[in-house]
């Protein structure tokens, strides 16, 4: 991974290739694995898992590494939403940052968590309130009809 080799390309040309790691698009439960974190957490970013939409620095393993050394596996924990006795698979690999790594799982992440978890939820809930039970019942029955 830092030794560059002659590699014939699909093109049929021949190129001084470095290799790594591609993206890692797994769900969420296996990022907070893969990456080290408390469920909850972002794998990304240090937001903390109450607060996600602030602007926050991007993990690295070297800021966990530094946190490490500093802190105790329960501050790590409680401070920062990491696991400190897990080490990443990439760890020992040059240039392969597993934080880096992990990429948006669009089934469950964007798909699932924003238009079935909360839009579906907040339209059912909407048509129960401007609508008599009767009949909102009547409209959800429709729209799970289709
Ligand atoms: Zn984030």
């Known amino acids: 991974m830092t030794t560059p080799h002659v590699t014939r390309c ?3 040309y ?4 470095i290799y790594g790691f591609d993206p890692d698009i797994v769900d969420f439960p296996e990022q907070a694995l893969l990456t ?3 469920q909850g957490y972002c794998p990304i970013c240090l937001s903390l898992a109450d607060d996600l939409h602030r602007d926050s620095p991007l993990r690295s393993c ?3 590494a530094a946190l490490l050394e500093t802190l105790t596996l329960k501050e790590m ?3 920062y939403g990491v696991v400190g006795d897990i080490i990443p698979f990439t760890a020992d690999f040059p240039r392969a940052d597993i934080h880096e790594l992990i990429s948006v799982d669009l089934l469950h992440q964007i798909i699932k968590g924003t238009f079935k978890d909360h839009i579906v939820d907040w339209v059912e809930l909407y048509i129960k309130q401007v609508n008599e039970p ?3 019942e009547c409209i959800l029955a429709d729209i799970d009809r289709w």
Do not use: K, M, P, S
Not at 14 to 17: L, N, Q, S, T, Y
């Open 77 to 79: 924990w409680d401070n």
């Open 14 to 17: 021949f190129r001084r290739a």
């Open 134 to 136: 009767a009949e909102a």
């Open 10 to 12: 699909t093109d049929r």
């Open 62 to 64: 070297q800021h966990t």
């Open 36 to 38: 080290g974190i408390v």
